[in-house]
T-cell receptor, first 113, second 113 residues
Framework: DTGVSQDPRHKITKRGQNVTFRCDPI?????LYWYRQTLGQGPEFLTY????????KSRLLSDRFSAERPKGSFSTLEIQRTEQGDSAMYLC???????????FGPGTRLTVL | GQQVMQIPQYQHVQEGEDFTTYCNSS?????IQWYKQRPGGHPVFLIQ?????EVKKQKRLTFQFGEAKKNSSLHITATQTTDVGTYFC?????????????FGKGTKLSVKP
């Protein structure tokens, strides 16, 4: 399967712990996006990369959140000192270029106890 | 911040009935995309509309972009049980961020056989 993959698919953690998620985009895609989705809502934009450069961060992305895409391929999203409000589905998407369709991964469901 | 309003939030139809969801923005849009998310799944791209007044068809699905590029609609003719899911519009405001797609809250469609 050459689609977008995310790991892990599920993560349960205790409040205050750090978590890291990984996203592997479609190989030739230069753009990679992170979204957060809660029940009954649409995906909310968090940040995006063009190649290895992080070009935009939403104000939803507090200083506890950090994302990297070191070699312009896979990306990681880290949440430090998790809070219960961080519980959500974290979706990664990739695209070839700015205006093309985004291909979403299956998401990582985070539960903070 | 910029918001995209999508109505209705829920729609229950009998199989064979038609279905329409509407997406409205207070500002002019550069383009709009539509995605479908099946229960337990991730968003899957359906279509992108770019031109004022554009109409595109995919089998039983008809997508429209308003003349003022501030609204869009998705119409499904003769719904089938396979149409079940949540339909999201995702808008890119004119002159806005190149990476930031703004998703509506979605319309959840259920189809009774």
């Amino acid at each position: 399967d050459t689609g977008v993959s995310q790991d892990p698919r599920h993560k349960i953690t205790k409040r205050g712990q750090n978590v890291t998620f990984r996203c592997d985009p479609i190989s030739e895609h230069n753009r990679l996006y992170w979204y957060r989705q809660t029940l009954g809502q649409g995906p909310e934009f968090l940040t995006y990369f063009q190649n290895e450069a992080q070009l935009e961060k939403s104000r939803l992305l507090s200083d506890r959140f950090s994302a990297e895409r070191p070699k312009g391929s896979f990306s990681t999203l880290e949440i430090q000192r998790t809070e219960q409000g961080d519980s959500a589905m974290y979706l990664c998407a990739s695209s070839l270029g700015e205006f093309n369709e985004q291909f979403f991964g299956p998401g990582t469901r985070l539960t903070v106890l | 911040g910029q918001q995209v309003m999508q109505i209705p939030q829920y729609q229950h139809v009998q199989e064979g009935e038609d279905f329409t969801t509407y997406c409205n923005s207070s500002t002019t849009l550069s383009n709009i995309q539509w995605y479908k998310q099946r229960p337990g799944g991730h968003p899957v791209f359906l279509i992108q509309l770019v031109k004022s007044g554009e109409v595109k068809k995919q089998k039983r699905l008809t997508f429209q972009f308003g003349e003022a590029k501030k609204n869009s609609s998705l119409h499904i003719t003769a719904t089938q049980t396979t149409d079940v899911g949540t339909y999201f519009c995702a808008a890119r405001p004119y002159g806005g961020s190149q990476g930031n797609l703004i998703f509506g809250k979605g319309t959840k469609l259920s189809v009774k056989p």
